[in-house]
């Protein structure tokens, strides 16, 4: 009879524990969780504090008790497991109720603690308005504070998933809001110029949004208001109740109701490191590809650990719950005989940002550089289905691929609507080693409300396969500040275009539809930089260039790419 | 220079256009259309007639005169190519507007001519009031007798895509509608037990559907009502109103005011079999890889031609605008010296049925049995993102699949939301020739608003494994009316739920959460067939059992499935 020990009882440690009882009706499993809740849905918090999802109970997927009944686990909540006895294979274990210890054998221990949330060592930081969000205990205190207190005005720290949920939480009920980030974007998963699009949607919304700002110091001013017991004030108000004085590291400091720190998330190493498994350069659990640590009778998963990134092949850390919830699968798999391996991780992540989505896999141009990688990338801004059917919004979709062999680096998609499929469609790509060429092949569904004959992928694949094969030479958004004397700017739009949504200082305006008439007005020395929207009628305007002759570029993504990337 | 004349001005014939001028500054370019529009948005026609797209000019993609500025395509409307003289490279082509005809040379022909309406020698089908839909004037058509005619009630023949649109936009404007479709199900891409979803929904949309039933006869019967050209009524009016008596072949009657036949297309194939190409055995024009008919100097593309299957090999007829438009830009590719191949089509097909999308792509079970190949199937009925996030819906998903080296043969979904995703992803995943173990690791974008962190396609990819691997045995729903005396039906939901929709004659009860207490009631001898409403819990039970030495099945996809492939 095997024992198996779970420390951890969400994503990872329970998708283990159902997993582990379906394989073996006799092992023995114990799931230790210290916090109140087991199986909580912590993807769902931020939605439960804005009101999108009202029921709280809806949170909770699973109980100790549903858990026993259906896969005979004993769960343990409020019970911290503080120690590891490697060569006994035992754990002490802390009852968090009455403080008493014990201890608990096992043949085989998973881990799957997560990660906690940073909070860095602010003066003042450590107020009782100040609040993370990782579990329902935090989302219940932010309940609390919002329904006691009324802000009429939230800071959040940190425009990760999180934060950018929480400023939405925020808006939704009607509290301003401000979003500090210290880096010059948003959600880092996607490259600055896409993140643009999310800057303007949350400026658009009256959020203060302030990039490349960090916050110094925080001032705790408790409000002396009596509570009126009998107007309905409870007196539990009035010791948290007052506001924050913030100071900036720009100079500038704000005042706010309620703070929401949420610049990141760390692995839960301590029980690892302690009980001397190996910890990874990135701080994480170090695991093999079994999901074991360096102690083969111990496994762990989830956020707390390294894997392998699919792409690179490297140590990643990607603390997300698709992830989690496969490997806590696959390593009850293995501490039972089988032989699974994880096949590593895209980092495919997606947030909802008031009315668009933002999404990406893979590598993005920041890590490529970073690495040193050759590329080429391309962007495409097209209808999420067909124009002419009601709905259809822009997909604004970039990608990166190796110029040479055309292997898929990664994706990223911002809009309205058909931003989550076209993502998944390039995740699978990637992940089945398919290149751009191939990508102009895919045969998805099309019918009006749902696509289009073209679809965004089959477009942005004709565009990379054209840079590939040289039937198009790109400029690309950043180069478009730094022309020469002998490069001169063409653009294709129709005059009222330029006039509605801006242009180019400099450029000769051509709509495309006159350039065969036109085109002696353009000189042969020069190389034509050629624009339009989103680069389609550019291409066809390049071509004709090229093939009478002219040296010409076009802009990849066209205006609305440039226009983005400083947003 | 290159003399590159078109047939057909649609999908196919102006992508080849676009492509061969992009390709070549100096080719000249002939488009031929005998009908009065160009590349019209002909999937948009039903849309148009039911009032989803407002403005008629939203339909009109391109005129002769845009296609002439931009592309520098001479456009030739009204103008009908006749003949084909191969050996002087010429065609004849015919002036529909004033009958004269003249003859137009050319170093590559391109066929597109699409595929026509087939309508059956039915007696009395032709009249006023009986209409196809294949182009703008014929929905003009039925426009006119619509708003003239003011029909109560419509019938519509045929259950594929032209025929549910159709049905779908005369109930938008009110119109009592009646659905006859001669096989046992709609949407032939899908198996009959997910064409059951379909069924509900037009059933409970209050549309009369009749299965199984062919149309016999026709009887026009002329309205005498004398227009009264004083209160408004034109007098054009008068010579088309009245009512159809349609007969059917089960004995049944039924009085119409409008009739659309939409029973299917056949490649117009006329010009091609004249002049001496070579007709495939499915009544297509043959093409090569290349698109090249048997005339090296003649390609065709789109519905009119027969293509390589992706999944099997064979020759395909697949009347769809994503095949179309791609083999048109690969045709206008090698016309002018590249060497582009067409990678085989997969079907990739979807369709809006009121609420519901329903979806294929790959070979479906009708198929793989008729070629006698060996496969296995799951079913999986899951939430198109997190549950507990507002607006989730069941995705109802089914996977066809090799059982021994799990390579994907298809898939088919059916739901409210989040249905064209799945497929995409299906579609790419056999493209790249995955097999369903390797979709377990698939890496879907996951937020609540978007996903689950186990997606419908990880789990679908999990049942199909457990099945590949043993640790499932399924029974499908189709073998539950066949139970021996050596086996018994389980039910393992919660009574209320029994009650609320519906369950299984003769089964035992024993919700899952008892199981393990109760398993002593169930017979050691005998399998045990067990069954829950999707599967999931019917696996967990199945597991138990298993693990505990007993002999059981699980039917997969659960009482769902069965419930909905009788509906």
Redesign the interface.
Known sequence: MTKILIVGGV?GGASAAARA??????AEIIMFERGPFVSF?N??LP?HIGG??QERS??L?QTPE?FL????VDVRVMNEVVSIDRHNKSVTVKNLVDGSEYSESYDFLLLSPGAGPVVPPIPGIDNPLTHSLRNIPDMDRIIQTIQMNKPEHATVVGGG?IGLEMMEAFHQLGIKTTLIEMADQVMTPVDREMAGFAHAEIRQKGINLKLGVALQSVEYIPNDHIASVGSGESEEHQHIEGELNLTLNNGESLTTDILIMAIGVRPETKLAAEAGLQIGELGGIYTNEMMQTSDPAIYAVGDAVEEKD?VTGAQTLVP???????QG?MAADNMLGRNET??G????????IFDL?V?S?GKNEKQLKRDGVEYEKVYVHTASH?S???GAEIVSFKMLFDPKNGKIFGAQAVGKDGV??R???M???Q????TVE?L????????????S???VI?QAA?VASNLIKG?AKAIHYGEICDLSEDQILLDVRNPGELEAVGCLAGAINIP???L?QRMGELPKDKEIIIYCQVGLRG??AY??LV??GYKARNLIGGYRTYKFAHA
């Open positions: 994503a009882r379906r394989l073996s009706e006799d849905a993807c769902g939605y999108d999802i809806k949170l997927l549903s009944a259906r896969f005979n998933f699919f997300l719950a698709g992830p989690a919830n496969r699968r994880y096949q991780t895209q980092g495919t992540a997606i947030c909802k989505a999404a896999t067909a002419y059917y009601p989550d499929k993502i998944d469609v995740a699978v790509a992940r089945a080693g398919m191939q102009q092949h895919l045969e998805l569904t099309y019918a009006p409300p749902y696509g004959a073209k679809d089959n004709f039937d495309v539809d006159q065969r291409n066809v071509r004709q093939n009478n």
